[in-house]
């Protein structure tokens, strides 16, 4: 705009008794500002592939998050073993979770699918504990993990006398009616782990499950289980596993 205005200005003067018209002042053109430069976008915790997100039929969580959360917790979970071995000695066993983690990373349900530890009351313990955890939300959906626990009293307790399971046979078919009534028609087979104390009682018993819908009928049987009158081990606890078909 500048040299315009400067020729307009020389045409005119060279013309005598033309008068000049007077020129617009021309404003200055304001700088343009620097292109700012974009965030980068956050990276997705999720893996998707051109803005889509990757689902499966079940979703999925951080291997590394899920053992912390775990780590964190063992203490907890192996306290309700801790509290009940003053009171059964020759406490000890496996006992392996299913853990379903729901869209919010609150736990739906968990269940022993493994268990050899003969002792309802800890299982159950374990399973509420296992149970209040928080994971984060999965991707993709509904999530499940799994965990295991080995646990016994130390090098120093006193392990239960191994009974064969023919020993219990004859006191369970005493009780064939009332664990029919239990099961309601489920003929899944159902293996329990128990303790027969000095007196002939059992001192505790317990199963894995099948399922979470499998609770009832479990904990049904194991009441017959535990009702059971059995020949005295002598002195000390004898333990066994039979399976309920």
């Known amino acids: 705009m500048r040299p315009r205005a400067l020729l307009l200005l020389l045409l005119t003067g060279a013309c005598g008794g033309v008068q000049a018209q007077p020129t617009t002042p021309v404003t200055p053109l304001a700088a343009e500002p620097a292109p700012v430069a974009a965030a980068p976008a956050p990276t997705p915790r999720c893996g998707s592939v051109q803005g889509?997100?990757?689902?499966?039929?079940?979703?999925?969580?951080?291997?590394a998050r899920v053992r912390r959360t775990l780590r964190d917790a063992e203490g907890t979970l192996t306290a309700c073993y801790t509290r009940r071995v003053d009171a059964l000695p020759c406490l000890s066993g496996h006992i392996g979770l299913r853990i379903r983690v729901g869209e919010d990373g609150a736990v739906r349900w968990a269940i022993p699918t493994a268990?050899?530890?003969?002792?309802?009351?800890?299982?159950?313990c374990i399973v509420e504990a296992a149970a209040a955890l928080r994971f984060e939300a999965p991707c993709g959906g509904e999530a499940e993990v799994t965990y295991a626990?080995?646990?016994?009293?130390?090098?120093?307790r006193r392990?239960?006398?191994?009974w064969t399971p023919q020993r219990v046979e004859a006191?369970?078919?005493?009780?064939?009616?009332?664990?029919?009534a239990c099961r309601h028609g489920n003929r899944a087979p159902i293996q329990v782990t128990l303790y027969v104390a000095p007196n002939g009682t059992v001192a505790a018993a317990g199963a894995p499950l099948a399922s979470h819908e499998a609770a009832a009928v479990t904990d049904c049987v194991l009441?017959?289980?535990?009702?059971l009158h059995l020949p005295t081990p002598g002195s000390w606890y004898a333990r066994t596993t039979v399976t309920i078909p």
């Open 52 to 63: 889509m997100t990757i689902e499966g039929q079940m979703g999925s969580l951080d291997p």
């Open 115 to 124: 268990s050899t530890l003969g002792d309802r009351a800890t299982e159950r």
């Open 149 to 156: 626990l080995d646990l016994d009293g130390g090098p120093d």
């Open 159 to 162: 392990p239960a006398t191994a």
């Open 223 to 227: 009441r017959e289980v535990q009702a």
């Open 171 to 180: 006191a369970l078919r005493t009780r064939r009616t009332a664990l029919a």
